[in-house]
């Protein structure tokens, strides 16, 4: 279940207790045919924690930022706070679902758990193919979770925290297999902090040496690390993630152009439409019009 923070125009939903449990932060819930999601989850929404799914048995369809996925059998999905997700219809869960949240992560012994690559999501992943053998791991695992998770005790927050381990570094090792990358060298890096800066602030400040001074480089350096790690220039990221942003809210609301262009940060309406227009070849209205038609 789910809180809404109200100012949000795609709204933005936080954890909240099962009527079994007092946790607001680590929620287990499993599917045996039952309608795991309420109604306002078939609406365009956020949510501020990390939801991983299960899913023994798939077929229907949902929507994970403008890209539709259609669920598959044993394949685990994923997805990170912050993400634009819609589910198209109702439809019986046969699986099970994880939820925690970013403050979950942060106590002490799950700290660690932060930094694996799943969580990390670095690739932007949404989706593992499971081998019979990984079925066969991961149903065990989520086996004793939720035998933990519904044993109440002074021993249940440990065990939980240690199966919970073992199930997220399987699940990581999966994903650097399915989404392989390289390490990072001191430039990778800089680049990464750069589009996380970007991702913090990009609907308040879209220039370069704004974010290079909250780097505590030059703004020359900045857009020479990035050129080279990128093939982009630095402004560019900037500019696509405004575009993707501009997309999302086009998309998954019915909010004007106006309020979008000042909900990203521009002061007249009419610069953002040409500037839209510049990046993607459509004006707002036109890119609107065709999305809805091509994804009815």
């Known amino acids: 279940m789910a809180t809404l ?3 949000q125009q795609v709204p933005v939903y936080s954890l909240t207790p099962q009527q079994a449990t007092s946790n607001r932060m680590f929620q287990l819930v499993r599917g045996e045919g039952t309608l795991a999601y309420r109604s306002d989850m078939l609406l365009p929404h ?5 939801v991983l799914v299960f899913v023994q048995r ?21 997805t990170v706070p912050g993400q634009v997700m819609v589910k198209e219809a109702p439809q019986p869960m046969w699986g099970t679902s994880l939820a925690f949240t970013t403050e979950f992560l942060a106590l002490q012994q799950h700290a660690s ?6 969580l990390q999501n670095l690739q932007n992943g949404h989706e593992l193919l499971l081998t019979a053998t990984d079925v066969a791991f991961v149903e065990d695992t989520l086996g004793k979770l939720h035998a933990e998770y519904n044993s109440p005790g ?5 065990m939980l925290t240690a199966h919970l381990t073992v199930l997220l570094t399987y699940l990581s090792r999966l994903y650097t297999q399915q989404f392989p990358s390289t390490e990072p060298s001191a430039d990778r890096l800089l680049l ?3 589009q996380a800066k970007i991702e913090e602030c990009f609907r308040e400040q879209h220039e370069v040496s704004t974010y290079a001074a909250m780097l505590n480089i030059s703004a020359g350096y900045l857009s020479e690390v990035v050129k080279a790690q990128s093939g982009k220039p630095a402004i560019a990221h900037i500019q696509e993630r405004v575009v993707l942003e501009a997309r999302r809210l086009l998309f998954h609301t019915h909010q004007s152009v106006k309020e979008i262009a000042f909900e990203l940060g521009f002061a007249d309406a009419s610069y953002f439409s040409r500037f839209f227009k510049r990046e993607t070849g459509l004006t707002p209205a036109e890119f609107r019009a065709s ?3 091509m994804y009815p």
């Not at 758990?113 to 799943?118: I, M």
């Open 154 to 158: 002074e021993w249940q927050q440990p």
């Open 113 to 118: 758990l932060a930094k694996l690559p799943l």
């Open 5 to 7: 923070h109200l100012e």
């Open 58 to 78: 798939g077929g229907c369809r949902h929507w994970v930022d403008m890209t539709p996925y259609v669920l598959k059998d044993n394949t685990y999905y994923f």
């Open 46 to 50: 956020r949510k501020d924690y990390y």
């Open 291 to 293: 999305s809805r038609e």
């Open 192 to 194: 990464r902090h750069y």
